[in-house]
């Protein structure tokens, strides 16, 4: 079965991050596809504890929240992931679950899991599409570290404005990003 795993990066439960994987998610199923959700900003998950444990085994020792990822990932063909960005990078719970993907890669740092397609959104209060796009970069150089390909991304500006509204068709854009993973 095909499969998309969400990773909500942000605090907001419907924040634009929220609504924009909401609509991806909405897409996927369209075209049959099952969707996992990890929400970052639920209690009950830690960062890594440098045991080494996936350096010799597949997933990860620790035994919280964010445990059955590891499995989760394996037969996934595409990962939705959003983050905000707060003071110039993604959201602290977002910098926590990268300290955890340790496991993505073996012992060799070759792609434990590769061929992903990843779908990503940046959220922030800034006007400037520039001002950011470092952090954006970053994240696409680790995901295509794993082994995974970003298919799609979108960057919301200027929502520290209290008058912001997301732009008209975006959902839908990214309700097609979600169809789009999984057609054919």
């Known amino acids: ?14 924040g634009y991050s929220s609504r924009l994987l909401d609509a991806m998610a909405e897409g996927a199923k ?3 596809a099952e969707v996992v959700v990890f929400d970052l900003n639920d209690t009950g998950f830690r960062g890594c504890q440098s045991c080494f444990y996936c350096r010799a085994n597949e997933g990860c020792s620790t035994r919280d929240y964010l445990h059955p990822f590891y499995e989760e990932i394996k037969d996934a063909d595409a990962v939705f992931f959003a983050s ?30 590769p061929g992903k397609k990843v779908v990503s959104v940046f959220v922030q209060g800034a006007d400037d599409k520039g001002k950011n796009q470092n952090v954006i970069d970053d994240m696409h150089k680790l995901f295509i570290g794993f082994g995974w390909q970003v298919e799609d991304s979108f960057l919301i500006c200027g929502t520290s404005d209290p008058n912001y509204e997301l732009p008209d068709g975006l959902l839908q854009q990214a309700r097609r990003a979600g169809e789009k993973i999984f057609e054919g």
């Open 84 to 113: 905000p960005i707060y003071f110039y990078q993604i959201t602290g719970q977002s910098k926590l679950w990268l300290d955890r993907m340790y496991p993505m890669i073996d012992n060799t740092f070759k792609p434990r899991y």
């Open 1 to 14: 079965m095909k499969k998309a795993i969400i990773v909500n990066g942000s605090p907001r439960k419907d």
């Open 30 to 32: 369209e075209q049959g």
